[in-house]
């Protein structure tokens, strides 16, 4: 099996990720059994991963980075001769995906300090969001409790690295 660098690795899916993301009227067939908020979110979560294990970057540059990325790979998807449209909820379940695994990746590194009651808030958030009308009406469901897991994992694994 061929060992593929880490950098090498990022570059790659960055790339294919884009490509998806911009392929003119690109739609995803009615069989996948996912809500495309929760395909965002799981995208989005692998690029920062494959970020942080490519360059060991400053957590605020990671976060930042992740966060204009996802937001412009977003609106890009405006362009009109893409035949694609930019959709706020989507962007929203973009940052979502950043910001929790920008949080597993703070603690895994134990430079969570006193910030990790705001993963617990972030985590208690997504839970109650994920319970209203209009988490529903915009397929955000799954989206919120997949991320309200993973705050909660980042939460849980600092507390027990730190005490």
């Known amino acids: 099996m061929v060992k593929i660098d880490p950098r090498t690795r990022f570059a790659l899916y960055a790339a294919v990720l ?56 977003e609106a890009s998807q405006a362009i009109p001769i893409l035949n694609r449209h930019a959709s706020f909820m989507d962007a929203v379940a973009n940052v979502i995906g950043i910001l929790a695994v920008w949080s597993l990746v703070v603690s895994c590194r134990h430079q969570a300090g006193g910030i990790r009651w705001v993963w617990a808030v972030l985590s208690a958030t997504c839970f109650g969001l994920s319970w209203t009308g209009a988490a529903a009406a915009q397929r955000m469901v799954p989206t919120l409790l997949l991320g309200g897991l993973v705050f909660m994992v980042s939460t849980l694994r600092i507390r027990r690295t730190v005490a």
């Open 18 to 73: 884009f490509v998806a993301t911009h392929w003119p009227a690109l739609v995803l067939p009615s069989v996948v059994p996912v809500s495309d908020k929760t395909i965002h979110f799981v995208a989005w979560g692998i690029w920062l991963a494959l970020l942080a294990n490519a360059w060991r970057l400053p957590l605020g540059l990671l976060l930042g980075m992740g966060l204009v990325c996802c937001v412009a790979d």
